[in-house]
């Protein structure tokens, strides 16, 4: 049986719709559906291909990205923290947003840098396109050439490299600094001694530092070496506290292996 629902099917089906990118461990996507598991939320997975025009989805939820939650007839949730904060409605319980006010704008700030606009995720996909860019020039691209300027035309505002280089380093040093402020603390977690949306979001983001093991994360060998960061002072700014993080979120919370 497919993973994947067919988008006419899905249209009709009530309950949580979550639109996911096929094929690929999008880390929006990962942490979308890693919330839904964790609170048990019944959905039914509808596919979006990264880098086409996906028009029908278009036509259906007003945009052709992914991740994209689809409540009954209510509006279409196309942004993180408005598919964290719908979850949370539908299944209050386990909570992954804290009670606590300072906590809980703590864990949004946190889950910003990573997921937001400017965040950890948004620069990491510049440095995967200036990758591709000069590999869209030769012979071997040319098939990719209109889905990479969809892309670019999307995500791309021309911001310098050496910029987004500098906020991957800062921001993910910043991160492996609370999770080791927290250690200290007696914590495995971001925020106070419980899981929360930002654990779940740091796990997720953490394999476009380096991916876990194909046989947990079943892409093809490809997509799965180009995920690996390769600039040591990155991969030092993330230090081995990041992974550990992330390892111990997947084995004790989230679904593997990863299905996509």
């Known amino acids: 049986m497919s993973y994947y629902t067919e988008l006419e099917t899905a249209k009709h089906c009530g309950g949580l719709r979550l639109v996911t990118t096929r094929g690929i461990p999008g880390p929006w996507g990962e942490a979308a559906k890693s919330i839904m598991h964790v609170k048990k939320i019944p959905v039914v997975h509808v596919a979006q291909d990264g ?22 007839n209510e509006r279409p949730r196309t942004g ?42 948004w620069n990491r996909r510049l440095m995967f396109f200036e990758g591709w860019r000069a590999f869209m020039q030769t012979e071997a691209g040319t098939l990719g050439r209109e889905s ?9 505002p021309g911001t310098e490299i050496t910029r987004v280089r500098q906020r991957l380093i800062d921001i993910l040093a910043m991160l492996s600094a609370r999770l080791e402020q927290q250690k200290s603390l007696g914590s495995r977690y971001y925020i106070a001694n419980q899981l929360s949306a930002v654990d ?12 876990l093991p194909l046989a947990q994360c079943p892409t093809t060998p490809e997509m799965h070496a180009g995920y690996h960061e390769q600039d040591p002072d990155i991969l030092a700014a993330a230090g081995p506290r990041l992974l550990d993080h992330r390892d111990y979120i997947y084995n004790t919370y989230l679904e593997l292996p990863m299905r996509f």
Not at 200 to 211: D, E, G, H, L, N
Request: with cysteine; charged share 20%; hydrophobic share 50%.
């Open 80 to 121: 993180w923290a408005e598919i964290l904060l719908l979850a949370e409605r539908l299944a209050p319980a386990p909570p992954l947003i804290p009670s606590n006010e300072a906590d809980r704008a703590t864990m949004f700030g946190l889950a910003h840098e990573i997921c937001g606009e400017d965040g950890y995720g």
């Open 200 to 211: 779940i979001y740091s796990a997720c983001f953490a394999a476009m530092v380096k991916p």
């Open 51 to 72: 880098g086409q025009e996906n028009a029908e989805l278009a036509a259906w939820v007003g945009v052709n990205n992914a991740p994209v939650a689809i409540w009954e």
């Open 148 to 156: 990479f300027a969809r892309m670019c035309a999307k995500y791309d």
